[in-house]
């Protein structure tokens, strides 16, 4: 099991998330190599097919990298995040499948830090969960 | 609209358990301004068909197509040439679409993949309400342009009933009474008397206890 490398699907906002990155980059902290990036201009984009697909497509886990609650460009984008992959933790749910598998994480611009914890952090929770496909 | 929500996705993939190549058909009239069976819901349903089925080691086939409406004959016959290609078909559609299809393709299996549930419409983002009974004689006119057939939980013509506080129904907190509505909208309006005005019993021979109902329009016929 241990053996095993989680693919990791990751929406990031390409206001504060992307930023986050660079500032990550500036500190020479890179992202795990089985994460990989889908720029958004808002996660508020971001619809629950785009969520499924990825599993969809053979990936252990998903998770959108936004804003905090009070600083979207776009007012609410990451709320409406929020509440779509609250449905498509409940779908999963619905599907027998680990809820836990999607997950959103609230970040900010000058966060390189956590940007690159939260992938981290998602990478040992998906291994954990083992591969979501059956082999 | 006629409003609907999507069935559990369990009772679904129960249906088609030993189906290996379905459709997956929408429809771009009510069901999809309710968000529950146009385009967008139809690639949800798929793809939430095609990831259950491969976690279980079962592949499928699940194919989209979505119809400018299902209750219409020339829109169905869209299918015909496709529909043979499959082992079944669901239907998003309100439970109209089924039945269609099911009309004009005897020979295919078809599954309803949503719960109809009323006529009504959106009365916030997400949030829809009853409406319409469908009773066939409209007489919202006489309420106030409220209809209590479809909005009080016991369809009164001559409430409230002793059910009433508050403004709300008996039966729940969340469920306005309508009566209650109607007369203080009547008062506003100086009509109150108009509702003690004599009105013989509604006939309910144009609703559901006349029997299944037809429409005919000669001047639409061909």
Known sequence: MNDFKP???????????????????????????????VQVPCTGRIEILHLLKPFEEGADGVYVAGCQEDSC???NGIAKAAKRVAQVKKMLEELDIEPDRIRLFHLSAGKGQEYVEAACEMVEKVKALGPFLPA | MIVAQPKPIKEILEMVKDKKKLLVVGCKGCVTVCNVG????????????????KRSGQEIQVDEHTLERQCDPEYVDELKDIIGDYDAVISIACGVGPQFL?????????????????MGGAVEHGVWSERCAGCGTCVVHYFGGLCPIARCSKSLLNGPCGGSSHGKCEI?????????????????QGRLTELIEFRPPKSWTTARDGGPRKMIREELVK
Not at chain 1, 14 to 21: E, L, Q, T
Not at chain 2, 102 to 115: A, D, H, K, L, W
């Open chain 1, 73 to 75: 460009q776009y007012v």
């Open chain 2, 102 to 118: 099911s009309e004009r393709y005897p020979s295919t299996r078809i599954f309803p993949g949503v719960n109809t549930q009323f």
């Open chain 1, 7 to 37: 693919q990791i699907l990751a929406f990031c906002c390409s206001n504060c998330a992307s930023s986050a990155a660079n500032v990550a980059e500036g500190m020479k902290k890179a992202l795990p190599d089985n994460v990989k990036i």
């Open chain 2, 172 to 188: 729940s907190k969340d469920v306005e009474c309508i009566w209650d509505t109607i007369v203080r909208k009547m008062t506003e």
């Open chain 2, 38 to 53: 146009g385009a967008k819901e139809v690639g949800i349903l798929a793809a939430s068909l095609r990831i259950a089925r």
